[in-house]
C-alpha cells in the first residue's frame, strides 16, 4: 500500500528566504507525482506534476526534483513571498495500470513572515 | 473555461442526520472524483467514476456513504447517517484523457457534525 509522507507538517521563515520542502513515498513504482497548493477555505492548485520518467521540474520560483529510486520528491521556492503561505500537498499517482487516483501526503503549513 | 462547481460550501448538521453534496465537473471531463480530506490530513479519494461507472470505490464506507453520478456529468454524494467522524471537507475533482488526467478540484465542502 503506497504511503506518502511530508516533513515538516508546519515552516516558518522569513521573507526572501529560499526553502525546501520534502516529501517521501513508500513504493517507487509510481506514475506521476504532483505538488499542489491550498489555500485555506480553498480547493487544490496543482503547481508542478513530474511524470516518473522525469528528475525535475520548473515553473517560475518553483522548482521539483523526483528520486524515485529513493521514493523521495523535493520542492524548492526561491525568494520566498508572503503570499506563498499556504499549506503544500504532494500526492502520487500509483503505477497499477488504470490507477488515476491520488495518494496524498498530509501536507506543510508554510508561513512566510513579512 | 469554468471550474470545478461544488454545493453547497458550508454545511452543519447533527450525528444521523443525511447531507447530500453537488458537484459539477469541468464541461467534457469523463473522470469524476470524490475526497474526503479531514483537518490535518491529505485527502483520501472516497470514488473514483468514469463517466456514469464506478471504478474504484475501495474507500467509500458503503454502510453510510453513497455517490451516484446520472448521465456522466453532475455527481452526488450523500451521507445517511452522519456521525462524527465524518466531519470534514469534501472536494471533488475532475479530469480527462485529453488534459493527460491530470486533476481538477472544485472549493470543497465543509461539513461539520455536532
Known amino acids: 500500500k503506497q504511503e506518502v509522507t511530508q516533513i515538516p507538517a508546519a515552516l516558518s521563515v522569513p521573507e526572501g528566504e529560499n526553502l525546501v520542502l520534502n516529501c517521501s513515498f513508500t513504493?517507487?513504482?509510481?506514475?506521476?507525482l504532483q505538488w499542489f497548493r491550498q489555500d485555506p477555505g480553498k480547493g487544490l492548485t496543482s503547481l508542478l506534476l513530474?511524470?516518473?520518467?522525469?528528475r525535475e521540474q520548473t515553473s517560475g520560483r518553483l522548482n521539483a526534483s523526483l528520486d524515485k529510486s529513493s521514493g523521495r520528491s523535493t520542492l524548492y521556492i526561491a525568494a520566498s513571498q508572503p503570499g506563498d503561505s499556504a499549506t503544500y500537498l504532494c500526492?502520487?499517482?500509483?503505477?497499477?495500470?488504470?490507477?488515476?487516483?491520488?495518494?496524498f501526503g498530509q501536507g506543510t503549513r508554510l508561513t512566510i513572515n513579512p | 473555461e469554468a471550474g470545478v462547481a461544488q454545493s453547497p460550501r458550508y454545511k452543519i448538521i447533527e450525528k444521523r442526520q443525511s447531507v447530500a453534496f453537488w458537484c459539477n465537473p469541468i464541461?467534457?471531463?469523463?473522470?469524476l472524483y470524490w475526497y474526503q480530506q479531514i483537518l490535518g490530513q491529505g485527502p483520501k479519494l472516497l470514488i473514483q467514476?468514469?463517466?456514469?461507472?464506478?471504478?474504484?470505490d475501495s474507500q467509500l464506507p458503503k454502510d453510510r456513504f453513497s455517490a451516484e453520478r446520472l448521465k456522466g456529468v453532475d455527481s452526488t454524494l450523500k451521507i445517511q447517517p452522519a456521525k462524527l467522524e465524518d466531519s470534514a471537507v469534501y472536494l471533488c475533482?475532475?479530469?480527462?484523457?485529453?488534459?493527460?488526467?491530470?486533476?481538477?478540484f472544485g472549493a470543497g465542502t465543509r461539513l461539520s457534525v455536532l
Open positions: 475533482a475532475s479530469s480527462s484523457r485529453i488534459a493527460k488526467n491530470i486533476q481538477y
Open positions: 513504493d517507487s513504482a509510481i506514475y506521476n
Open positions: 513530474i511524470q516518473s520518467s522525469q
Open positions: 464541461s467534457g471531463h469523463a473522470t
Open positions: 467514476f468514469q463517466n456514469n461507472g464506478v471504478v474504484d
Open positions: 500526492a502520487v499517482r500509483p503505477g497499477v495500470q488504470g490507477a488515476q487516483k491520488l495518494v
